[in-house]
């Protein structure tokens, strides 16, 4: 363990200025506090907040850092209060450490629940003062450091599965490289054993051929000559590439360890930016340059600051190695990352992360606030963190940086939330495409917006960042509890109006301690959704017999019934889809349209499809009377909605017939958006035609419109 002075000194030796008093009442606390208390390996409790603090006296942090490395578990594992701590060691420390905390004796309900609130308070106090994460993330990699004396298998695979998704990343956005890299490599061990014993057997075996030790002090040679001729001044090291990253490549690419020829990479830290790009020149003027292996991240830096040039290029002894070039000062910041700060801040511990712009920290506050369950808060957190980045361009030239795979939505909701969900297209470098294009590096990026625009469910499908997952899910569900709602409480009131009564709340009150609801509101959801029949809910409460009259109801599935006068057909429910697919989803069996007579058919937890009156699917429910609902179209909610309409056309094989036939549909304001041949012969050719259309009578009009074509033989709406 490291002594008492000797943490002093460490603390001294950089920072003349700190604190030696609370460093040693500190050290003295904790050590006092954890007592006798053991670690998995038998060693003091306390031999663990001591290398804690080691570890942030590496990075050269404030005495306040450090002090909180000894204290960080005392509140969590001992009887010490914050109160305690923040009397003793003042506010600073204290918001550290509670930052830091676990909320372990916070009652919740599951083990992911417990995590994701841990990480929400970490999120939380990181958002106030970064050095709570490098606190946190030194009392991670001592932890990884030990995680071979838990004798529980699955807890150490959980543990290094954690440390791997979630503080890695942290990490690497951090720019705290050095920690990132030994978090990976010791999660690797723990995750990929076997991966990475063969790994490491492949590099110790070149070491001790003393092949790839004299390939890397050759090439570090005649580099160093290279750019010494052209009067650079050069601090030149070379290395192999983590065994992590290796494995990386290999399942990335899906290649053999033998076959991997850049596993070499080659520093050179120079004295101005000038001299990196000139660096850059005289390698590529002298080097073959490896195509789509060149990365300037001095003109552009990552997110958590890192700047340097990466190139790969064919070098000397014909070897594909990889050269990053970097000044000492970005070499500074590359090593120690957001640490590198605070030796020169000493001055202002307040840490506001904002200060270098790790704005990300509140875009995952923003996810968590959006995310309704742990598990999808984890979900869209990894998303976020997990990132190779492109980078975009506003028009006015801002730098935007996504994950890889990127489409322009989650762009706009990079920009802001409000612009992501009034997205309805988007250009890039000035060309109109699809809003599920893939971006790519340098991509200008405009996007069309329209004020009553929202969220398309459909776009959850190939979004990749957390923030516009989490943004379009909320949304969604918004949406579901809304329209849900509102069918619900119709279809209510509907079966009271069969009774002869009109529905009111305090009635309803009197079946909701009967079902698994908390309010009316909820009691209406769970009609719109299918879950509880409208009719067994009416009967229940007129007839006043309470829980058993209920129950029964609910079991015999009692039911509005299915249409067939036109006496029901006038006390139809009115629906719209707000959000296709939501509440009220239009079947893909007959393509209803405003306009035909229709039926609603309920699934529970799905809420209602609509058919037609004569469409065929509905004799599978010729049994199931209780899912039946009458409806009809709200005429003047769906003026301005397209619906799809389906054609049967037989076209005559002639050249320009279907540029004749997009001619008459455009001409028409209707938009094809679907066409499949479904049949062909050398005169003819049967298609499917999907159309968008306002209601059927429009669709009558253009079927009209296209039995006047030459080339078309027969057209027919196509109802199943």
Not at 259 to 272: C, N, P
Not at 502 to 515: C, Y
Not at 636 to 650: K, P, Q, S, Y
Request: with cysteine; aromatic share 6%; proline share 3%.
């Amino acid at each position: 363990m490291i002594r008492q002075y000797e943490l002093v000194d460490r603390v001294k030796a950089y920072d003349a200025s700190a604190d030696e008093d609370a460093l040693n009442r500190a050290y003295v606390f904790s050590m006092m506090a954890h007592g006798s208390q053991k670690r998995a390996s038998g060693d003091p409790y306390f031999s663990h907040p001591l290398e804690v603090a080691g570890i942030l006296t590496e990075l050269k942090l404030d005495s306040d850092t450090i002090v909180t490395g000894l204290l960080h578990d005392t509140v969590e594992d001992t009887v010490a209060t914050i109160d305690e701590i923040q009397a003793k060691f003042g506010d600073s420390v204290a918001h550290l450490v509670d930052g830091v905390t676990k909320l372990s004796k916070f009652e919740l309900q599951s083990a992911d629940k417990r995590q994701v609130e841990n990480f929400r308070k970490l999120l939380m106090a990181t958002s106030r003062d970064i050095r709570v994460l490098l606190v946190k993330l030194a009392d991670r990699l001592h932890n990884m450091r030990t995680l071979h004396f838990i004798d529980g298998a699955d807890k150490r695979t959980r543990i290094a599965r954690e440390t791997m998704e979630i503080y890695t990343p942290l990490a690497e956005r951090i720019g705290m490289h050095g920690i990132k890299d030994e978090l990976e490599d010791l999660s690797f061990a723990e995750l990929y054993p076997d991966a990475r014993s063969t790994i490491l057997a492949r590099l110790e075996f070149l070491k001790t051929e003393a092949v790839e030790t004299e390939v890397i002090e050759d090439i570090s040679a005649e580099l160093r000559k290279t750019l010494k001729e052209q009067g650079i001044s050069v601090e030149l090291s070379g290395r192999e590439k983590r065994p992590y990253s290796i494995w990386q490549k290999m399942q990335r690419q899906n290649v053999e360890f033998a076959q991997l020829s850049d596993i070499m990479a080659f520093r050179l830290v120079v004295d101005d930016i000038p001299q990196c790009y000139q660096a850059l020149g005289t390698i590529h003027g002298q080097y073959s340059c490896v195509p789509g292996r060149f990365k300037d991240y001095i003109s552009t830096p990552k997110r958590n600051g890192y700047q340097s040039i990466h190139t790969g290029v064919i070098g000397p002894k014909q070897r594909r190695i990889e050269v990053q070039i970097r000044t000492s000062e970005m070499h500074q910041v590359a090593e120690l990352g957001v640490a590198a700060h605070w030796q020169y801040k000493q001055e202002n511990t307040s840490g506001d992360a904002d200060s270098y712009e790790y704005r990300w920290v509140r875009e995952l506050l923003d996810i968590l606030e959006h995310a309704d369950d742990p598990d999808e808060f984890l979900e869209h957190t990894r998303l976020d963190l997990f990132q190779d980045q492109v980078f975009c361009f506003t028009p006015k030239g801002e730098l935007i940086a996504l994950p890889r795979g990127a489409t322009p939505v989650d762009f706009a909701y990079e920009v802001h939330s409000e612009v992501g969900d009034a997205c309805v297209g988007a250009k890039i470098n000035g060309r109109l495409v699809q809003l599920q294009t893939k971006l790519r590096n340098g991509d200008q990026i405009e996007i069309v917006t329209s004020k009553p625009g929202v969220p398309s469910p459909d776009w959850e499908s190939f979004v990749v960042t957390g923030k516009a997952r989490a943004r379009i899910r909320r949304f969604v569900r918004s949406k579901e509890r809304t329209e849900y709602g509102q069918l619900g409480q119709a279809m209510l009131e509907k079966a009271f109006a069969k009774n002869g009564y009109q529905s009111s709340a305090p009635a309803l009150e009197s079946v909701i301690e009967h079902l698994d609801v908390e309010s009316v509101d909820d009691l209406y959801i769970a009609i719109g959704q299918g879950h509880v029949t409208a009719a067994s809910v009416s009967n229940a409460v007129v007839n006043g017999d309470g829980a058993e009259n209920l129950n029964r109801l609910l079991a015999e599935g009692d039911a509005t019934g299915a249409p067939h006068g036109a006496d029901e057909m006038a006390s139809a429910i009115p629906i719209r889809g707000l959000v296709p697919g939501v509440a009220v989803h239009y079947s893909n069996c007959c393509h209803p349209l405003p306009g035909d007579r229709i039926v609603g058919i309920q699934t529970p937890g799905r809420g209602m499809a609509v058919h037609t009156i004569d469409c065929e699917t509905l004799e599978s429910f010729h049994e199931m009377p209780e899912r039946w609902v009458d409806i009809s179209w709200d005429l003047g909610a769906t003026e301005d909605t397209a619906h799809i309409g389906r054609l049967n056309l037989v076209v005559a094989n002639q050249r320009g017939g279907l540029a004749n036939l997009a001619t008459v549909v455009a001409d028409s304001q209707g938009n094809i958006v679907n066409l499949k041949i479904t049949n062909r012969t050398s005169e003819l050719f049967e298609m499917l035609l999907d159309i968008e259309v306002h209601d059927s009578k429009h669709l009558n009009n253009i079927m009209a419109a296209l039995r006047g074509v030459s080339v078309v033989s027969s057209v027919l709406r196509v109802i199943q």
